[in-house]
């Protein structure tokens, strides 16, 4: 029996705990192979910007555009007549 079988609170401690150890290993591993592979800082930072870019395009976290921001602000506006 684990610790997360026999105590239910300090078995999702313990595995919160565990899936964010291994995050941070795959992290790790992938900043490991992706130094490597890219030969100076700055080649690394536009790759890992890349990837970050392509991240937010796929989880839909994009920014609203900023035309899009002023139309709604200006039609929210009191119009004097």
Not at 17 to 27: F, H, R, T, W, Y
Not at 36 to 51: D, W
Not at 59 to 68: D, I, R
């Amino acid at each position: 029996m684990t610790m997360a079988q026999s105590d239910g609170r300090a078995g999702s401690r313990n595995e919160v705990l565990c899936l964010a150890a291994g995050v941070a290993d795959v992290v790790a591993e992938g900043l490991r192979v992706l130094t490597r592979r890219m030969p100076g800082p700055a080649e690394v930072r536009q790759e890992l910007r890349a990837r970050g870019e392509l991240a937010l395009r796929r989880s839909g976290a994009a920014p609203e555009a900023h035309m899009e921001v002023l139309a709604r602000q200006a039609a929210a506006r009191p119009h004097d007549g």
